[in-house]
């Protein structure tokens, strides 16, 4: 192919059109799990978080609930992904062998969520949310009206470490902030250094196609989630979805809370079918948490 400027568009417009269209055939996860905030900062101040709003009769005058000051942020970064193709390869008319490999950076910019996603779930038994406490925490401290502290549970740990299996987690995401968050301050960009003036071309004759964006995830209501590395069976299945829809507000009402999704690794795959997908159990009776919420395994938690 002749190296001209027409001739470049004409490459660029076919790189980008693979890459759009591997971007658009990938089926990220997070979508189903995290809420997208958008971002206008370096560092974005969750302060709020903790608070989950309900309704209460109306009697004598308003009551005024003043948001507690927590100091939950999550702090934007930087990720790229960069190829180049030889100049040699363009005059030959090869550069059509790179079309995958621009696929796969579309696809690899729409799943990079997931992966940093899936990271931040499994760290949650260490790593601290708004509260102070790990995401995953026997000790959340809950304080009703008249300033009595209860700890609550959203975990299940063996008595020794070494005796853990692989993790599995239950979630709600109906509500309009799920329980994690995916903070975009500047979305997936295709980017070029392929015009004849660029150092890259003139100095090694490389024309050079990038990916980039910044983001971060982060954690939200703990409440909403449930992590364990008991055996996934019914027993443990069963207390932590009963320890969940048993969560109150600080008046002790009931906040609502269904889960909706069973997070699993591969490992886990058979197990979680026979707790709530199999229509019937082991004996021939009927499975009491068939259909109760969906299913969805990943690769990420193996």
Not at 96 to 116: C, Q, R, T, V
Request: aromatic share 12%.
């Amino acid at each position: 192919m002749l190296i001209s400027e027409q001739n470049l568009a004409a490459l660029f417009k076919g790189v980008k059109m693979a890459y759009n269209a591997g971007h658009s055939a990938a089926k990220p996860l997070w979508p189903q799990l995290a809420t997208l905030v958008p971002s206008n900062t370096k560092e974005e101040q969750y302060s709020w978080l903790g608070q989950f709003p309900r309704l209460r009769e109306w009697v004598g005058d308003r009551v005024i609930k003043n948001l507690k000051a927590y100091g939950y942020s999550i702090k934007n970064r930087k990720f790229e992904s960069t190829i180049s193709i030889p100049r040699d390869d363009i005059e030959d008319d090869t550069y059509g062998i790179f079309k995958p490999l621009f696929e796969e950076m579309g696809a690899s910019a729409a799943a990079h969520p997931d992966e940093l996603l899936f990271e931040l779930i499994l760290s949650g038994f260490a790593t601290k949310c708004y509260d102070g406490r790990a995401f995953f925490d026997a000790n959340h401290e809950v304080v009703a009206s008249d300033g009595d502290v209860t700890p609550v549970s959203n975990v299940q740990l063996p008595a020794n470490p070494a005796d853990a299996k692989p993790a599995w987690f239950l979630l709600d995401t109906s509500r309009p902030l799920k329980p994690f968050i995916f903070q975009q301050r500047r979305p997936y960009n295709f980017v070029t250094l392929d015009k004849e003036a660029d150092e890259n071309v003139f100095m090694r004759q490389e024309y050079i196609y990038g990916v980039d964006g910044r983001m971060n995830v982060g954690f939200g209501f703990w409440q909403q989630a449930f992590g364990s590395k008991l055996e996934l069976n019914a027993a443990n299945f069963g207390a932590a979805y009963n320890a969940m829809t048993a969560l109150k507000t600080e008046e002790g009402r009931s906040l609502g809370i269904k889960p909706n999704l069973l997070l699993i690794g591969n490992a886990n795959r058979e197990a979680a079918f026979f707790i709530a997908q199999a229509d019937k159990l082991a004996n021939g009776q009927p499975n009491p948490n068939y259909g109760l919420l969906d299913v969805v395994v990943t690769s990420h938690l193996d």
